[in-house]
């Protein structure tokens, strides 16, 4: 879709462009505001108006007033429900609340900059040390300061969310940046300083802004300057690389901290198979199928050279289907496998659960090894009983019937229509079994006319057909 429209845009005449231009402005009081912003050449300080320092005193002076007891109190002599918790989060945030509004205001009247100067008052309440205000009635966990920068660590993210669809100028951009890194800064030459500013909490943020080639090189000159090369602002560096088409800053960014976020471990395989680098691509794989093989096996199967890589491929074939319970790629495997490595495979897949009961029969019916299905069966509880009699009731047709016998006994002594109609799904399982019918048939009768008579066991052998 973004292709298409790229190359409509390119087709279409200047005039064409204007006309639309001018009827979204015409229709939009929101995007008249953005586009007067965007268009009107002012220096930095005329546009922004909101003093951070402030704002964040303001905020800070009103949070240490928070009373705890005396909330408590108010609530005790009110009608207060006591089921309902007291949340101290809500207390951060009713406070802060009409602080993000004017953000929120800002935004709707074109002002970036102030809304993000307003966004880092708030933010910058986490790099504070809050004193410890009383709190007997543990309503802020693990405290009061580190509750609060919980909450405020997030303001960031939510503004990145607010500026989709805003309209920004190269310049606006760039000023943003400026400011954010002249605050990191700011607070990281301050010895005095305990806490500082988290870049990774403005990764969003930043790849929100950082959208074009320009905008790109000049982060880029930043955080040469301030040397700002770590994990915090990965996704960011990968951002500017793919910007500017620059593959070595891409490689060399992935290939330091792909074994510290799964994310950037995915990006570098995805990198190598563009870059068609095999032998690359598979030293990487093996480090990653090693340390979390749920998230990459599949992509890795997908992907590998598995003639040259053969012994990795079976590897991470055996992980996906070890995680997935694929017959699809049990298929693809049990091909690079002896008979007695397939056993030995499948006798791992076990653990007790429904979908590894379901796959373990399904790929010895496929190895045809019908006898493990009827030891297997033997020792089912009664859940998993159907899943390994289905299969092997043609073969096996006296054992299984004898099992199914056994096991209705059982349940039709334990009484109630659930154990009913456990047994009369195992007893359909008989149905169309030749060798069988008289037998069943006898058995079937003795269910029926059982003393006293359990009118919900006929009504089950009725609804499962085998009364007819």
């Known amino acids: 879709m973004e292709n298409n429209f790229k190359e409509r845009y390119k087709k279409i005449e200047k005039s064409k462009k204007l006309s639309f231009l001018k009827q979204l402005l015409e229709k939009d009081n929101t995007l008249q505001e953005q586009f007067l912003a965007f268009t009107k050449e002012r220096i930095f300080d005329e546009i922004t108006g909101v003093d951070i320092a402030d704002i964040r005193t303001r905020i800070y002076n009103e949070l240490v007033e928070i009373d705890i007891g005396a909330i408590f109190e108010e609530r005790a002599n009110s009608f207060y429900d006591y089921d309902d918790e007291m949340d101290g989060d809500e207390f951060i945030k009713e406070l802060i609340d009409p602080y993000y509004k004017e953000v929120l205001d800002y935004l709707q009247k074109g002002n970036i900059i102030d809304a993000f100067r307003q966004t880092l008052a708030i933010y910058e309440l986490s790099t504070l040390d809050i004193p410890k205000i009383s709190d007997e009635y543990c309503f802020f966990g693990d405290g009061f300061d580190l509750a ?119 990006k570098l395989l995805e990198k190598y198979v563009e870059r068609e680098e095999k032998s690359k691509f598979a030293t990487v794989a ?25 012994t990795l491929y079976i590897k991470a074939l055996k992980a996906y289907v070890d995680i997935e319970y694929s017959m699809k790629h049990y298929k693809i495997l049990r091909e690079y496998l002896t008979k007695s490595e397939r056993l030995e495979f499948i006798d791992a897949s076990q653990d007790g659960y429904s979908a590894s009961t379901s796959f373990y029969i399904n790929v010895l019916e496929l190895e045809k090894e019908y006898e493990m299905i009827l030891n297997f069966a033997k020792t089912s509880d009664i859940y998993e009983l159907p899943k390994g009699l289905k299969p092997i009731v043609s073969i096996y047709p006296d054992e299984v019937f004898e099992i199914i016998r056994t096991n209705c006994d ?47 066991l006929r009504d089950e052998l009725k609804r499962h057909g085998m009364l007819g």
């Open 410 to 456: 059982e349940l039709v002594e334990e009484r109630g229509r659930g154990s009913y109609a456990r047994a009369s799904g195992l007893l359909s399982l008989m149905l169309g079994v030749k060798e069988k019918e008289e037998e069943l048939k006898l058995y079937v009768n003795k269910l029926y006319n059982h003393k006293p008579v359990l009118r919900a």
């Open 286 to 310: 093996e480090e990653l199928l090693e340390k979390i093989p749920r998230k990459y096996s599949l992509y890795i199967v997908e992907n590998l050279d598995n003639e040259v890589y053969k």
């Open 148 to 266: 609060v920068d919980d909450f405020v660590s997030v303001y960031p993210n939510k503004l990145s969310t607010e500026l989709t669809g805003k309209v920004l100028s190269v310049e606006a951009k760039k000023e943003l940046l400026s400011l954010l890194f002249e605050r990191y800064d700011l607070f990281e030459r301050d010895e005095l300083l305990e806490y500082k500013y988290k870049l990774n909490h403005f990764q969003s943020l930043i790849i929100a802004i950082v959208d074009e080639k320009e905008v790109a090189t000049y982060l880029l000159d930043i955080l040469e300057e301030y040397n700002l090369y770590s994990i915090s602002l990965a996704f960011v560096l990968l951002q500017i690389a793919t910007l500017l088409k620059d593959d070595q800053l891409f490689l060399k960014v992935a290939n330091e901290f792909y074994l510290e976020n799964e994310e950037i471990g995915y």
